[in-house]
T-cell receptor, first 112, second 115 residues
Framework: QKEVEQNSGPLSVPEGAIASLNCTYS??????FFWYRQYSGKSPELIMS????GDKEDGRFTAQLNKASQYVSLLIRDSQPSDSATYLC????????????FGTGTSLTVIP | GAGVSQSPRYKVAKRGQDVALRCDPI?????LFWYQQALGQGPEFLTY????????KSGLPSDRFFAERPEGSVSTLKIQRTQQEDSAVYLC?????????????FGPGTRLTVL
């Protein structure tokens, strides 16, 4: 079982719609959760981090964490064509040297 | 510098050659990580430094892979006797502190192609 699972997509949404990206993790003691965006041929760039159950909002982005269900999601409101990228979910487990465990990423296309 | 830098950005090696990949982290960042990203996959952890100490090298795929950070700043990932399966993007990331909640900032990566 992989540490972090994501639906690889591709996910297509029309411009202006809400894009919903989902991620599950296998180790219940995981403590820190991150969403990165990666454009083709580029390095991952941080969108949001979340550490506590509930929602965290930053502009058009909302991260949601449910530790009981071992589930973290990212909502993108008012999706723009520039949001088209691969979205990587990353998890840190305690006592593992702070390394990130990444999912395979979900490819998002926002259609103008 | 303003961000994490890596060099070279692209490297083509013949099978059996040795390569050295360089990472220059954000100034003052304590932690440094190396990841390997195959096409269509998420990054996979290779190794982790805290200052000059290599605290975790459990992700290095074989003894052909070696990493160092002798002065606690610049790091080099060396791959000996490269094989075709080593072809990937090698990402370096740094973070400010030692804590488990720390954001990691990634460099642009080195794309290694082994022929």
């Amino acid at each position: 079982q992989k540490e972090v699972e994501q639906n690889s997509g591709p996910l297509s949404v029309p411009e202006g719609a809400i894009a919903s990206l989902n991620c599950t993790y296998s180790d219940r003691v995981s403590q820190s959760f991150f969403w990165y965006r990666q454009y083709s041929g580029k390095s991952p760039e941080l969108i949001m981090s979340i550490y506590s159950n509930g929602d965290k909002e930053d502009g058009r982005f909302t991260a949601q964490l449910n530790k009981a269900s071992q589930y973290v999601s990212l909502l993108i409101r008012d999706s723009q064509p520039s949001d088209s990228a691969t979205y990587l979910c990353a998890v840190i487990k305690p006592n593992t040297g702070n390394q990130f465990y990444f999912g395979t990423g979900t490819s998002l296309t926002v259609i103008p | 510098g303003a961000g994490v830098s890596q060099s070279p950005r692209y490297k083509v090696a013949k099978r059996g050659q040795d390569v050295a990949l360089r990472c220059d982290p954000i100034s003052g960042h304590v932690s440094l990580f190396w990841y390997q990203q195959a096409l269509g996959q998420g990054p996979e952890f290779l190794t982790y430094f805290q200052n000059e100490a290599q605290l975790d090298k459990s992700g290095l795929p074989s003894d052909r892979f070696f990493a160092e950070r002798p002065e606690g700043s610049v790091s080099t990932l060396k791959i000996q006797r490269t094989q075709q399966e080593d072809s990937a993007v090698y990402l370096c990331a740094s973070s400010l502190f030692r804590g488990g909640t720390d954001t990691q900032y990634f460099g642009p990566g080195t794309r290694l192609t082994v022929l």
